[in-house]
C-alpha cells in the first residue's frame, strides 16, 4: 500500500484526468445548476463535434451563470445549426497549404506538423472542428514529414499542432524532439497547446525535462480566451515551464459573448502576465461552419484594439490580426 502513492506517475494522472473528462454536456450544466433552456444548449450538435471538457477546466465556470465565458466556448448550442454565408468547412485554406498528410507549409520559415486529430477540450468556435484530421503519429507519414524537413534547410522553426499535440504522452513526445533536435537547420521548436490550461497536470515531470533538454529553443503557445481560465495550477504549471527554459506566448480568439470587451481583454492579458505569458495574437474568427454566432465585425475588433491600447503597456497588447488563405502571414488589421 504505502508504495502506491509513489508509483502513480504525474503521467498517469493526466491521462486519468482526460477519462473522466465530461462527454455529456447535460451532466455539466446539471452540475452548474442550469438547465438547457437557460443556455441554448442543444444536443444535435454533438453529432457533428463531440463535447468534451475536463473536469480541471469545468470546475473554473462560475455556476448558475448560464453565460459564463467558459461554458459558451465549450457548450453545443442550437445557433450552430444556422449556416452564414462566407462561413465553410476549412476557412484558413489548410488543405491547399497541405504540402503532404499532416505537413502545412504555409510560411516562410516555417513547417507546421498535424501530430494528431485529438484535444482535451472542444471548443465550439474551433476552424478544425470540420477538418478531415490525419494526424502523423503512429503512422508511416511522420517519417515522410521529418524526412521533407531535413531536405528543406530554409526551414528554421518546427510547429507541433493538430489537434492538441500535447495529447501525445511524453516517452513519444521526447523520441520526436530527438528526432527534430537532429536537424541541423532547425532552431526554434514551437509548441501550439491548450492543455497546460485545460489540464494543468499535463506538465509532467518528464515533459519538463524533455523541454529542458533539447537545443532547440522552444516557444509554447497557449490559447486563453478569458482571464477566468488562468487559476493557480495554470499558473504553477505556467511558471515550470517558464523554469525550463520555455518562453510562453498565448493566442486569443476574440469571441463575442465571450471576450468583445476591452477590460475583459485588459484583464486577459493581465492575468496572463502573472503567469508568465506575453500576448501574442488577438485572432478574428476564422469562418468554420457552425462558429457564425461567435463572430465580432472587424469595425468592432479594432475599436476594441484602439481601446486596449489605451489601457495596457504596448508588451501587454496582442496584435489584432485575420488569417486569409493564401496571404504570406497572418494579415494585421490595424
Ligand atoms: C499560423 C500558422 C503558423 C504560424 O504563424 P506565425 O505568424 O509565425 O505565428 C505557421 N504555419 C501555419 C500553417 C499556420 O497556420
Ligand atoms: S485545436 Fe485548439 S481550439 Fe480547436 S478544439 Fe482543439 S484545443 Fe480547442
Redesign the pocket.
Known amino acids: 500500500m504505502i508504495a502506491r502513492r509513489f508509483v502513480k506517475t504525474e503521467s498517469r494522472d493526466w491521462v486519468t484526468a482526460l477519462r473522466e473528462a465530461y462527454t455529456d454536456p447535460a451532466l455539466l450544466l446539471q452540475d452548474l445548476g442550469l438547465t438547457s433552456a437557460d443556455t441554448g444548449y442543444e444536443p444535435a450538435m454533438t453529432v457533428k463535434f463531440d463535447f468534451r471538457v475536463p473536469r480541471a477546466y469545468a470546475r473554473r465556470m462560475n455556476p448558475g451563470r448560464p453565460n459564463d465565458p467558459l461554458l459558451r466556448q465549450v457548450l453545443p448550442h442550437r445557433a450552430e445549426n444556422t449556416s452564414a454565408q462566407g462561413f465553410n468547412a476549412d476557412p484558413v485554406g489548410d488543405l491547399a497549404a497541405m504540402h503532404r498528410p499532416g505537413l502545412l507549409k504555409k510560411y516562410h520559415g516555417r513547417a507546421l506538423l498535424l501530430l494528431t486529430g485529438a ?5 465550439r468556435y ?1 476552424f ?2 470540420e477538418f478531415p484530421y490525419q494526424g502523423l503519429v503512429g503512422s508511416p507519414q511522420l517519417s515522410a514529414g521529418l524526412a521533407d524537413i531535413a531536405s528543406d534547410p530554409s526551414i528554421r522553426e518546427v510547429i507541433l499542432s ?3 499535440p500535447l495529447m501525445l504522452k511524453d516517452a513519444p513526445l521526447s523520441e520526436l524532439l530527438q528526432r527534430l533536435e537532429s536537424i541541423p537547420h532547425l532552431l526554434r521548436l514551437r509548441i501550439h497547446t ?1 492543455l497546460p490550461l485545460v489540464l494543468p497536470a499535463r506538465v509532467t515531470p518528464a515533459l519538463l525535462t524533455a523541454l529542458a533538454r533539447t537545443r532547440l529553443q522552444t516557444v509554447l503557445v497557449m ?1 486563453v480566451n478569458h482571464a477566468q481560465e488562468i487559476d493557480e495550477a495554470v499558473i504553477t504549471a505556467s511558471r515550470a515551464l517558464t523554469e525550463h527554459r520555455v518562453t510562453l506566448l498565448n493566442q486569443s480568439v476574440l469571441l463575442r459573448g465571450v471576450n468583445d470587451d476591452a477590460a475583459v481583454l485588459a484583464a486577459l492579458s493581465e492575468q496572463l502576465f502573472v503567469a508568465g505569458i506575453l500576448p501574442y495574437y488577438l485572432h478574428m474568427l476564422d469562418r468554420v461552419s457552425g462558429a457564425a454566432h461567435f463572430e465580432v465585425e472587424e469595425k468592432t475588433a479594432v475599436a476594441l484594439h484602439q481601446d486596449l491600447m489605451g489601457l495596457l503597456p504596448g508588451f501587454l497588447v496582442p496584435r489584432l490580426v485575420r488569417e486569409v488563405a493564401g496571404a504570406p502571414y497572418k494579415m494585421p488589421l490595424r
Do not use: M, P, Q
Not at 119 to 123: F, G, L, P, Q, S
Open positions: 484535444c482535451a477540450v472542444n471548443c474551433c478544425r472542428r493538430g489537434g492538441d491548450r490559447h
